[in-house]
Each structure stands twice: as C-alpha cells, then as structure tokens.
Nanobody
Framework: QVQLVESGGGLVQAGGSLRLSCKVS????????MGWYRQGPGKQRELVAS???????NYADTVKGRFTISRDNAKNTVYLQMNSLKHEDTDVYYC??????????????????WGQGTQVTVSA
C-alpha cells in the first residue's frame, strides 16, 4: 500500500526557514512527478513547487527565489526547503506523488497520491 508521510512543518518567525520532507513508502518502482501544494481555509489548493523525473521544476511565482524543491530517488523522498518565510506562506502543505508505479499484493498499478498535510505557520 502506497503511503506518503510528511514531516517538518511547524511554527517559525517571519524571515526564518523550514524544511519539509515527504517519504513515499510501499513497493515502488518509479515516481514520475513529486511536488508540494498548499491550501488555506476557504481557498483552493495551489501548487507551490513540482519536480518531474527528468529534472524539470516548476514554482509558484510567490515562492520563486525563496523555496527549493529536491528529491532523493533512492529514498523516494521529496524535500521543500523554505527560506525567507513570510506570514502569507502560512498554510497546510500537502505532498503529491504523481505517476507512481507500484505493486500491491499481486497487482501492479500507476496512480497519484497525496499526503495528509502538514501545518506551516509563519508569525508576523
């Protein structure tokens, strides 16, 4: 069974840094895309950063130059280094893994998965 487990959220002062981690567990053969989204109360979930298996990255304009996404393919883990945090970065951050090729029991599948979310709070 594929699961995404996030860690690294918390409370930080404006200008500070946090590093989020997300590990994909299960019998995994490959993952096409990994990324981070965020969502606040009453708002739509929005892309923060994504990283495709060929190395291409995509960042929201609001985080360019401050956040960096990376992945460790051997560990099936994606990271989000967040620097120069602002109060408006406060949200629940969700890890995403797309095109996950896995095996569960005798079945092979390709599917997309989400983490449970981790709260990031930046005090003004």
């Amino acid at each position: 069974q594929v699961q995404l487990v996030e860690s690294g959220g918390g409370l930080v002062q404006a200008g500070g840094s946090l590093r989020l981690s997300c590990k994909v567990s299960g019998t995994i053969f490959s993952i096409n895309a990994m990324g981070w989204y965020r969502q606040g109360p009453g708002k739509q979930r929005e892309l923060v950063a994504s990283l495709i298996s060929d190395g291409r990255t995509n960042y929201a304009d609001t985080v360019k130059g401050r956040f960096t996404i990376s992945r460790d393919n051997a560990k099936n883990t994606v990271y989000l280094q967040m620097n120069s945090l602002k109060h408006e970065d406060t949200d629940v951050y969700y890890c995403y893994a797309g095109g996950v090729y896995s095996k569960e029991a005798k079945n092979y599948r390709v599917d997309d998965y989400w983490g449970q979310g981790t709260q990031v709070t930046v005090s003004a």
